[in-house]
């Protein structure tokens, strides 16, 4: 018996096939790229906080140096009044008796 030989088959693409790669290849890139928007909305939602913070911070600290030089005394509100109201008494007393009647 003999042989006969047939013809040699090649495998070929097949034109879905060559699509498909470029888009794995356009799905990479996007990746990729989706990688590194990830990443730097990452790196600023920490700034964002860290920010947040400090501010924060700041603002308590603000407001407790604020209430403590409200609180501290100072020398003319030391003085209950008397003095003026004295001063003031004489003058109208003066005026008064000055005025015609």
Do not use: F, W
């Amino acid at each position: 018996m003999s042989q006969t030989q047939g013809p040699q088959t090649q495998v070929r693409c097949r034109v879905g096939d060559r699509t498909e790669d470029e888009l794995d290849r356009v799905d990479d890139l996007v990746n990729k790229d989706l990688t590194k928007v990830e990443l730097l909305l990452l790196v600023l939602i920490v700034v964002l906080l860290t920010l947040d913070v400090v501010v924060g911070v700041l603002g308590t600290l603000s407001i407790a140096l604020e209430q403590e030089r409200l609180g501290q005394q100072h020398e003319r509100h030391a003085n209950d009044g008397n003095e003026e109201q004295g001063q003031l008494h004489s003058r109208l007393d003066t005026h008064t008796m000055n005025a015609p009647r």
